[in-house]
Nanobody, 119 residues
Framework: QVQPVESGGGSVQAGGSLRLSCVAAAYGSACMGWFRQFPGKTREGVARIAATGNDRSYYADSVKGRFTISRDNLEKIVYLQMNSLKPEDTARYYC?????????????WGQGTQVTVSS
């Protein structure tokens, strides 16, 4: 099973933006989600998008209005545009194929990409 590959993380100041990318060739048409993990905590769902052909999306309350999930169906890439970043967004971010309309993942976890927001 090939896991998604995340990239695009980095260090930014509060109020800045980053765009994360997730190459998910093996799951190109599946429902996909972005998750994040704080040190010592379990992963939490951040944003999810419906399967190809349906751009319905859902966001955790903590990121609603600041983050946008999208997908390039041709390239099989899922993006997470993160604006107005806050220090509390500092975490490692992962993407995964998920059961549609849930936070239940079924793909292997990749390495993730680290996002660090300084105040």
């Amino acid at each position: 099973q090939v896991q998604p590959v995340e990239s695009g993380g980095g260090s930014v100041q509060a109020g800045g933006s980053l765009r994360l990318s997730c190459v998910a060739a093996a799951y190109g048409s599946a429902c996909m989600g972005w998750f994040r993990q704080f040190p010592g905590k379990t992963r939490e769902g951040v944003a999810r998008i419906a399967a190809t052909g349906n751009d319905r999306s859902y966001y955790a309350d903590s990121v609603k209005g600041r983050f946008t999930i999208s997908r390039d169906n041709l390239e099989k890439i899922v993006y997470l545009q993160m604006n107005s970043l806050k220090p509390e967004d500092t975490a490692r971010y992962y993407c995964a194929a998920i059961m549609c309309d849930t936070w239940t993942s079924y793909s292997r976890w990749g390495q993730g990409t680290q996002v660090t927001v300084s105040s």
